[in-house]
């Protein structure tokens, strides 16, 4: 029998069968119940089974679903843009829409480089990143990408960008404020810019928190500012990578509006569309648009599924369901009880090391030993011991693993939808809580 590769039994790896969800609920095809506390990826924002996204979806496939981008526009993809529009800060007024957080911030390194093409500047043309980030799987956007594992097997292959240091609070040298520590990290940026030289430098991209690779990584405030200020100082564009952060994930509309930052390109994936279709986004301000209008016209980038009626339909849909039921400020209020249950356990249960997060972005670091933050060699797979064991007992988290090869990512991200409720936070920890105990009970 021919089977998917989601299926890996030669690797000794099997999945149940899904078969149903609502809301932050998931069931399996034996009727096992999972909280999905991760909404996937950092995806379902929006809990599933959505009476009103379906209807959208339904409505949309009756009257068209797919018109070539080079062809049509659609009222569905308009509204969606002029609704991206209204949310994002400055003149990021203008979104290109791809179907994958990686294809949006490859997008992204794409229109960066354009963009000083057309100003008559082509040397600039690096990107500047950092270690301990992650910007997808794609060549393009893995050569940006700090995420250590994720890099290893093709090295050779990808581009030869300069990366700098992730700001990493828990982690920071002894002695060092935090305030101190904000600016020693964004002036690394500088640093490499005059290293590399202005005139090679197209942009830098930042997640707003590093998700994947560190596990909801909260910089210290007065990060994103000086980044800014670099980035105005010495012309390079700032690509916020809001993948992961974006459409209330965070608390804010999108994870960089915390530090009242505006940056030139802002990518959006995952709770974009909420898991109910591949959509994804990069969104440019007005100087970019205008500034490539002038000159050649056309945005060298795009993909056949680019600006489809129905993932913009469905895109749409999620949007609206936000806003109706002010999710953004649920998830703020929610995230923060979340955060407080999850330092509780800290403070009962010596292997988590570190608790940190915003809004329903939030993440749990474990370590071998809580006074001198010693971390477990990533080959204990201690952070994949209690994903394994939350699984069991009907709990989704998500990994954040390997980001700097065994000294940071032994974390798990928590990350429900946004529409959960208190009761089922209180769920939640209860399972998290036996899943922990019982990796920290075998490890002795
Ligand atoms: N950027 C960030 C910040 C992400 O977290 C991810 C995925 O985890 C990506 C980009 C890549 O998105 P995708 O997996 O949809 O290609």
């Not at 952070?383 to 699984?391: H, L, T, Y």
Request: a negative charge; hydrophobic letters at 40%; one cysteine or more.
């Amino acid at each position: 029998m021919t089977r998917s590769y989601v299926i890996k039994p030669e690797l000794g790896k099997t999945y149940p069968f899904i078969s149903r969800g609502k809301g932050i609920y998931l069931f399996d095809q034996e009727g096992k119940r999972y909280i999905d506390g991760c909404g996937g990826a950092v995806t379902a924002s929006i809990g599933h089974a959505v009476d009103e996204v379906a209807e959208a979806m339904y409505a949309q496939a009756k009257e068209v679903s797919f018109a070539y981008r080079s062809h049509f526009s659609s009222d569905a993809v308009e509204e969606l843009g002029a609704k991206l529009a209204e949310w994002a800060p400055g003149s990021l007024n203008w979104s290109f829409f791809v179907s994958s957080g990686s294809e949006a911030t490859e997008t992204a390194q794409k229109i960066a480089i354009q963009y000083w093409q057309e100003k008559g500047r082509p040397t600039k043309n690096r990107i500047i990143s950092r270690w301990m980030s992650y910007h997808g799987i794609t060549m393009g956007a893995l050569s940006m990408s700090g995420h250590v594992l994720r890099r290893k097997r093709f090295v050779p292959l990808l581009e030869d960008y300069p990366a700098i240091t992730g700001p990493y609070p828990y982690r920071r040298p002894e002695g060092i404020s935090l305030e101190d520590y904000a600016l020693q990290c964004a002036n690394e940026l500088e640093t490499a810019i005059k290293r590399v030289g202005s005139e090679q430098v197209a942009a830098f991209i930042a997640e707003p928190i590093i998700g994947a690779s560190g596990g909801a990584v909260v910089p210290p405030d007065g990060y994103f500012q000086r980044i800014r200020e670099i980035c105005d100082q010495y012309e390079v564009l700032f690509i916020a990578d809001e993948v992961m952060t974006g459409v209330g994930r965070t608390g804010k509309a999108f994870g960089i509006d915390h530090w009242g930052v505006v940056p030139d390109l802002m990518t959006l994936g995952k709770g974009m569309s909420a898991g109910y279709t591949p959509m994804a986004a990069t969104i440019v301000s007005d100087e970019i648009i205008e500034t490539i209008s002038k000159g050649s016209g056309l945005i060298m980038a795009g993909h056949t599924y680019s600006a489809n009626p129905q993932s913009a339909a469905v895109s749409l849909a999620v949007l609206k369901y936000v806003e109706k039921h002010q999710l953004i400020e649920k998830s703020a209020q929610q995230g923060a009880y979340l955060l407080s249950r999850m330092e509780q356990l800290a403070e009962e249960i010596p292997l988590i090391g570190d608790t940190r997060g915003l809004g329903l972005l939030c993440g749990m670091e474990f370590v071998k030993n809580k006074d001198t933050k010693e971390p477990f060699p990533l080959s204990a797979g201690v952070a994949s011991q209690v994903i394994a064991k939350a699984f069991e007992k009907g709990l989704l988290v998500y990994p954040a693993i390997g980001g700097l090869d065994g000294v940071a990512g032994d974390s798990i991200i928590l990350s429900p939808p946004l529409t959960i409720t208190t009761e089922e936070i209180d769920e939640l920890i209860h399972i998290l809580r036996d899943a922990i105990l019982a990796v920290q009970q075998e490890l002795q």
